[in-house]
């Protein structure tokens, strides 16, 4: 009975519990269920819209009494001034009460659905959450001590997120969108050195896919994992590449693959990627409002990159960019589009103790690229391009001292360029080993213009040495080449007539060793093989020559005291060139300055020059022979120094045989006759000594005749045909030699200009003095054979007039093309006393004759001669009558006075004249054997003395 009582005592109590239980269970079922989202709902939106600033809002909240999970459904945080900041469609968050008791707030599970943040920067670059990041500057900002709880969640997964960003610091506004977006954690813990798994994954409305893997952890803030961003579209952030590059990516895909690193603790931070990969496709950059990408790039791979952002260093695996095109444009100003584009639109002084960037690329490939350069700088544009490039760089760094190895292949046209060796980029210095084979020289002759008139029109260039450059601010910085150089096949044109200027067949240059610091120049060989280059003088005087170097262009005249050759600079350039060898050239004078126009050719030569140098103890040889006309053969030999102008050369030219028909327009022009025939020999030796020129010039003009009358303002007046027939031998041949000497401290010297004054000279001195050049080549010692002497009144020839006529005579001979005329004459004064003394003698005897009565007057003996003076004085002057006598004269007086009454007689001396040139014609006819045909007697009455006067015709 007492056991049964007690029993149903306890089943009252029990059930009394069970029924405080119920009822304290149903409480909190309708507590959880009704009133705790009643009461949490608007606590939970007011304290959120104070703690933010902005309003919040929830739709639904619910709280699971028995699961102690809470549900948020449509949270809204609004923008102050309007519209959605934040939406949540589903958020969900149980939690582990029991926890609390280990210091930790532990959230079993949280899961997020339909979360989207509209993220954007105003006009002025703030972020429309800014205000929460700046937070209140009034607090201290004292750092918070660690806390001892801990936050724990089990599970957090995001799922069906999405990031709306909009950018309205440009213009349109920037907008992209980041979603649908998931991120999953598990075991996530504030604990010290926790680390928790988490992915995260999203996509873009572009279909660019982000994927994110690996661990996190918050006492240190850390992270590692592995990092994907896949086809990235470019273009899309044009607006952010332009901030930082004048570029625009036309088009491209980015993919890239990483292992990244984050810590950032107390002592130790750690801003890292590892074994980064980036791939990129289709990539194509242009300048801005140019049509035609710079960079046409179909694949670029960059594999086994290592960043660590806090050092900073970059180390780079290897980069291969695989096919494409690179348009290389140089505007007018100067500036590449390469450099324009790469510059930052907006440079940004460096950070005051900023680490410099460590960069080193360990293998940088690039192959069977095609490179369009187009240069708009020269008047006319060059625009080549070069395709199979492949160029490889090894350990491409910053680093001044580090080598890069490099190698560089392409194409050119149908030529070929290959470059090996070190480089250091950054001083710049390096050396490479070059080849080139068959370049065209064609596409890059306006870079030309600047200094020459010309075009070239083709040739190809070669080569193969050793290259070396450094330029780090030295005085020694310069470059220099060692190897061979060859250009075949070149021909250039000049650019105002588009005529040929020069052309070879090839150009060979063997031990080729060329310094710029100093400058120097060294050969062993330089093969010149068909060289041919043509002279030409224009209408107006300009030559080719002078056009095609710009010699005359702006030119001022040089002041008188000006030399005709600088003297060679103290510090002139170390030139030396061992030898010179051509074969097959060709040398073509053109002269357009006369009319018709004049065409000299120098062909066939071949030759030698030996210690080519501009050093004054060089010793030089010079051999070369060829043919003048394509007949004549041509000899230059001697020694030479043409890079100095100054000191020792000694050259002699012979030409044999040249034909003279070929001068023919300049003989109309400066002498008023073409050329009939002729041929010309020549051998001229040029001297200079210390600037002193002396030239001795042996001219032989063989069977040389002028032709046909040519009107010509320019001609000379001298009698030219008659100072060759004087100059002319019965052979035909005319010989002389024509001396030049001159400074070349003179500007007026000019060696052409100086034969043509000698010339002229020459035959000045015929045309005024010929019987003096007659006398000085056939009389010797014989004088001026222009005149014979007489006697007064005698009419024969003594010794000296003999030597003379022997002189004339030979001449007459040896000059077959010459004519000789001869008047006699007579000196009234002297002849005239010789014939009045000739009749007072024949007074004398006919006064002796009448007295004594004798049939014939003979002589006066001398006894008697006193006698008949005085009877035939008498006669001449009888006495007056009725005068006083007075004693007869003096013999002497009576011979005076009889004299003056017998003036000669004009035609005694005619006759005497006539005697004396009958003497000297017969004694050349007679005895010189002179051709009758072409000695005449003239009767002038011009020549005045004792003699007889010869022309020359």
Known sequence: MHYSAALSAFSRRFRVLLAVLASGFVLWLLAGFFLVPAVVRPRLEREASRALKRPVTVAKLRFNPLTLGATVEGLRIAEPGGGDWVTLRHLYVNYEVWALLQHTISLAEVEVEGLVVRAGLDAKGRLNFQDLLEGDASKSEEPTPPSAWIFDVGHFQLSEGRLEFTDRTLAPAYQRVLGPLSFRVDGLRTELNHRSGFTLEAWTEAREHLFLKGELGFQPLASKGSLLVENLDLPRYRPYAEEELVSEFRSGTATLRAQYRFEWGKGKQVVALSDLGLSLKQLKVAEPGVAEPALDLPSVEVQGVQVDLLAPSVEVGSILVDQGAVRVLRAEAGTLNLVRMLAPPHPRAPKAGAKPLQLLIRDLRLQGLRLDWQDRVPARPVQVAATDLNLRLQNVSLDPTTATQAELALKLGGGSLKLEGTLHALKPTGELRLKAEGLALAPFDPYLDGALALRVASGSLGAEGRLRFAFEGRRTDGLSYQGALAVQQLEVRDAAQNEPFLRWKQLRLAGLDLRTAPLALT?????????????????????????????????????????????????????????????????????????????????????????????????????????????APITITGHAMPLRHDLDTDVTLRIQGADLTDFTPYTGKYLGYTVQKGKLDVEARLRIDHRNLKAENAVKLDQFYLGEKVESPDATGLPVKFGLAILRDRKGVIAFDLPIEGSLDDPDVKYGKLVWKAIFGLLGKIATSPFTLIGSLFGGDAGDLSSVAFAPGASSLDPAATARLQALGKALQERPSLRLEAEGAVDADQDGAVLRRASLEALLRRTRARALKLAEEGPVPPPERGRWLQAAFEAAFPPVKGAPATPPPPPAELEQRLLGTLPPDPAELASLADRRAKAVLAWLLDHAKADPERVFQVRTGQPKGAAVAFTLK
């Open 523 to 631: 050969l062993q060989t330089v093969d010149w093989i068909e060289p041919e280059g043509r002279l030409v003088v224009q209408p107006d005087g300009r030559t080719n020559v002078a056009l095609a170097l710009r010699l005359e262009e702006g030119a001022k005249p040089a002041p008188v005291t000006a030399s005709a050759v600088p003297a060679t600079p103290a510090a002139a350039p170390d030139l030396r060139i061992q030898k010179v060898a051509i074969t097959g050239g060709r040398l073509s004078f053109i002269d357009r300055s006369v009319q018709p126009n004049a065409a000299l050719v120098l062909s066939d030569l071949e030759g030698a020059y030996l210690g080519l140098s501009n050093r004054p103890d060089a010793a030089s040889q010079v051999a070369f022979r060829g043919r003048a006309g394509g007949l």
